[in-house]
């Protein structure tokens, strides 16, 4: 079946660091991918998302390109900030309409000033 | 976009009772979902829930314990019936559209 593999944290960086929070996939088919962030306290919400090979998805800072070849949907950002301090969730996303969604376990990410 | 609201937020439950969770979506979304997160987990798909129908369960859940109801396009509950400590989770759902699925806040259940 369909499944995610993420980093594992937590993962602590200092303000204005460069992150990358690794994500691998298995899936039949096209999946679309996703990353969704948690932070402390509220409910999850879509970041990034990427419906097709080679596309890169992109948002506040966070970019993330859905590589089929070697099946990775990799999260990076350039410079963090304390307020980036959150869970970050790879998800694929399969079905007719690639809508059910299977996660990767969750990447604790803080940021130190 | 969609805005997903969810009632209650948070709720402390005795064992053995049941709780039903709402599910109000802003507009209409193509398909309503239930999942389940357990503390420090990730989330697990519990059922698509269907209007005017059945829910359709994922491996390992099932209608006698969390009954569903979809009676529109814009509106879904999530009965935890017979709770137990293990059931202690935040319960979310989400709605589809536009190939992008959307998350309500959540809610924090707790079984004591």
């Known amino acids: 079946g369909d499944s995610v593999t993420q980093m594992e944290g937590p993962v602590t960086l200092s303000e204005e660091a460069f992150l990358t929070i690794n994500c691998t996939y298995t899936?039949?088919?096209?999946?679309?991918l996703f990353w969704y962030v948690q932070y402390p306290g509220e409910g999850l919400q879509l970041l990034l998302k990427?419906?097709?090979?080679?596309d890169k998805g992109s948002n506040k800072g966070f970019e993330a390109t859905y590589r089929k070849e070697t099946t990775s949907f990799h999260l990076e950002k350039g410079s963090v900030q304390v307020s980036d301090s959150a869970v970050y969730f790879c998800a694929l996303g399969s079905g007719g309409s690639n809508y059910k969604l299977t996660f990767g376990k969750g990447t604790l990410l803080t940021v130190n000033p | 976009s969609a805005v997903i609201s969810q009632k209650p937020s948070r709720d402390i439950c005795q064992r053995g009772t049941s709780l039903t969770i709402q599910c109000q979506v802003d507009?209409?979304?193509?398909?309503m979902f239930w999942y389940r997160q357990q503390p420090g987990q990730s989330l697990t798909l519990i059922a698509t829930?269907?209007?005017?129908?059945?829910?359709?369960?994922e491996s390992g859940f099932v209608i006698d314990k969390f009954p569903i109801s979809r009676p529109n396009l814009t509106f879904s509950t999530l009965t935890v019936s017979n709770m137990s400590p293990e059931d202690s989770s935040i319960y979310l759902c989400?709605?589809?559209?536009?190939?992008?699925?959307?998350f309500g806040e959540g809610s924090w259940l707790t079984v004591v």
């Open positions: 829930a269907n209007q005017g129908s059945e829910a359709t369960y």
């Open positions: 989400s709605g589809y559209r536009g190939n992008t699925i959307y």
């Open positions: 899936a039949t088919g096209y999946p679309s």
């Open positions: 507009s209409q979304v193509t398909m």
């Open positions: 990427a419906t097709k090979a080679d």
